[in-house]
């Protein structure tokens, strides 16, 4: 691991703790949201990162499928919003 | 080959410590969407870039992620950006409009 690999991994870091802020402290659901889709894309880079620094590649599998059941998730939650607004009692529970 | 590769992938690294920041300080639920998920596809892109010039023998499994995220990503936020807007969600341009009405309501 050199220096740059270092760097790279400290701002990384970074990324995640802002992402985990805003999943945290976001002001409403949406920004929650949208944070845990940005984290498991940054999840993903991460996970690639261990497989470089471990040298073994069984971390990439791991990465494609981490992005995949995310991608999966975030496409349920839309579809879930819409329903919700389709079916209008619930409506305000949707928003904020 | 080895510094191009840290090279890239520190550059993909600062396209997500942008995106992450973006995240943070955007001020509104539309405005981040369209960081979080743009400058921090364009970072993982720069990573993986990176990783496949540090190691040339993973390229096909770092391709197969690639072409993923790269169809996957735009997918999910188009969509959770149609849930939004049809849940009522205004955006952000539309804010001191309500402001000014919260104005009136109280000066009146």
């Not at chain 1, 990439?60 to 579809?79: C, E, K, P, Q, T």
């Not at chain 2, 995240?23 to 509104?28: H, K, N, T, W």
């Not at chain 2, 969407?33 to 993982?44: F, R």
């Amino acid at each position: 691991m050199t220096l740059l690999i270092m760097m790279a991994l400290g701002l990384i870091a970074l990324a995640a703790l802002f992402t985990l802020y805003r999943l945290v402290f976001g002001p409403t659901n949406a920004d929650r949201i949208v944070s845990a889709d940005a984290m498991a894309l940054i999840t993903t880079v991460i996970l690639i990162i261990i497989a470089m620094i471990f040298g073994s590649s069984l971390y990439l599998d791991i990465a494609l499928v981490y992005s995949i059941l995310s991608f999966v998730g975030v496409i349920a939650l839309a579809r879930v919003i819409e329903a919700k607004i389709q079916n209008n009692s619930l409506n305000k529970q949707g928003e904020d | 080959m080895q510094l191009a590769g840290e090279i890239i992938l520190l550059i993909g690294a600062i396209f997500i410590f942008l995106g992450a920041l973006g995240l943070l300080r955007m001020p509104d639920v539309y405005n981040r969407i369209q960081v979080g998920t743009k400058a921090v596809t364009l970072g993982a892109i720069g990573v993986i870039v990176g990783v496949a010039l540090l190691h040339p023998d993973w390229w096909s499994k770092l391709f197969v992620v690639l072409v993923f995220i790269l169809l996957t990503s735009p997918v999910s936020s188009s969509a959770i950006t149609k849930a939004f807007y049809h849940s009522g969600i205004v955006p952000w341009k539309s804010i001191p409009k309500s402001k000014k009405n919260k104005d009136k309501e109280s000066s009146s």
